[in-house]
């Protein structure tokens, strides 16, 4: 079984409609993230979450937000979709500091299209 | 401004042969430095990282070199093999964050 998880896989949606994408893991990690994947720009972070009540804004924010509804579940939304949210989305956790590197571990990521 | 660069979007290897792929970063506060590697359709994997207090680390075909006056590090993967063709993301971790390159798509040629 896939420790981090991820709903939907595709997602194909019109601009201005509202859509969560939806993350949980089994990994029974405190951290976990939001990033985007555009073509050239490599992975970019969204928001981050280092425990349940605790919200950061990323690098590109604007238009999404997040909710941390227990420590294993991370969901973001798009309040209103538009084109330039096209894009493919990955959660990811990782423990605390100190521990395995900082690696995070990714989920298999969501296909998003706005059209 | 890029703090983790990798300036070759793509690399053609033979197979068998050395593949060198190379990463370029601004902060010194870097504490960590790690390589994913990813599939089409599949997240990015860890593949191995290495501490800022080091200069190498070696598993399997993967060597990962930090050269901290240069701000420069790279993974090294010999001999290379079909299974390597992916995209390779250079990061770098502070404050347990982590920033990623745009990423190299290395190609393995038969």
């Known amino acids: 079984d896939a420790d981090v998880t991820q709903t939907p896989r595709n997602r194909i949606t019109k601009t201005g409609k509202r859509i969560m994408l939806e993350c949980s893991q089994t990994?029974?990690?405190?951290?976990m993230y939001w990033y985007r994947q555009d073509p050239g720009l490599g992975l970019r972070l969204i928001y981050y979450?280092?425990?349940?009540?605790?919200?950061n804004k990323g690098e590109i924010s604007d238009g999404y937000s997040v909710s941390r509804q227990a420590q294993a579940k991370f969901s973001l939304s798009l309040e209103s979709a538009i084109p330039n949210q096209t894009a493919l989305y990955f959660c990811?956790?990782?423990?605390?500091?100190?521990?395995?590197?900082?690696?995070?571990?990714f989920g298999p990521g969501t296909r998003l299209t706005v059209l | 401004d890029q703090q983790v660069k990798q300036n070759s979007p793509s690399l053609s290897v033979q197979e068998g042969r050395i593949s060198i792929l190379n990463c370029d970063y601004t902060?010194?506060?870097?504490?960590?430095f790690l390589w994913y590697k990813k599939y089409p359709a599949e997240g990015p994997t860890f593949l191995i990282s290495i501490s800022s207090i080091k200069d190498k680390n070696e598993d399997g075909r993967f060597t990962v070199f930090l050269n901290k006056s240069a701000k420069h590090l790279s993974l090294h993967i010999v001999p290379s093999q079909p299974g390597d063709s992916a995209v390779y993301f250079c990061a770098a971790s502070r404050d347990d964050k982590i920033i990623f390159g745009k990423g190299t798509r290395l190609h393995i040629l038969p």
């Open positions: 902060n010194s506060m870097f504490d960590y």
């Open positions: 990811a956790t990782s423990a605390p500091t100190g521990t395995h590197n900082n690696e995070q571990f």
């Open positions: 979450s280092f425990d349940v009540k605790d919200i």
């Open positions: 990994k029974g990690h405190d951290r």
